[in-house]
């Protein structure tokens, strides 16, 4: 009966550790970047330099000066920048068609609180992930 307990607690220990080992290394939520935001901030500025290039460019190249500003304070390109996001290219209007997304994914009340200048979270970043790709 003693073998079957110790058995149990040591296959019941792996899989714990094996979870917690895959969540770490894999980061499917994003949540290393969180928890260890020095770690992970070069990967993290690499990955969002590349991303945010290909978001600039699809933006230039749609050439429509129409759309939103975007007026960042400074309290929210703080909190851009401690997610791991480099504001630097982050582009200055958001077209008519992104904002709609960012309306879809957040809701109405939340975007004219960005706008007005609440701060962004990771939370609102993975919601409107899809609409920044």
């Known amino acids: 009966m ?5 058995t149990l607690s040591i296959l019941f220990t792996l899989t714990i550790l094996g979870g917690l080992g895959y ?10 970047s ?13 990955q969002n330099i590349n991303s945010n290039e290909s978001n600039v460019n699809s933006l230039n190249n749609n050439n429509s000066t129409s759309g939103t500003p975007i007026n960042l304070s400074v309290e929210q390109k703080a909190s851009l920048e401690k997610i791991g996001i480099d504001t630097t290219v ?8 992104t904002e709609k997304c960012f309306i879809e994914k957040l809701g109405e009340k939340r975007v004219n609180e960005i706008k007005a200048g609440a701060n962004l979270g990771a ?8 609409c920044l790709e």
């Open 34 to 46: 969180l928890l260890f935001p020095e770690k992970n901030i070069n990967s993290a500025k690499i």
């Open 23 to 32: 969540l770490y290394f894999a980061d499917p939520f994003g949540i290393n």
């Open 90 to 97: 982050i582009p200055d209007v958001i077209p008519p068609e």
């Open 123 to 130: 939370l609102d970043l993975l919601k409107a992930k899809t």
């Open 2 to 6: 003693m073998k079957i307990i110790c």
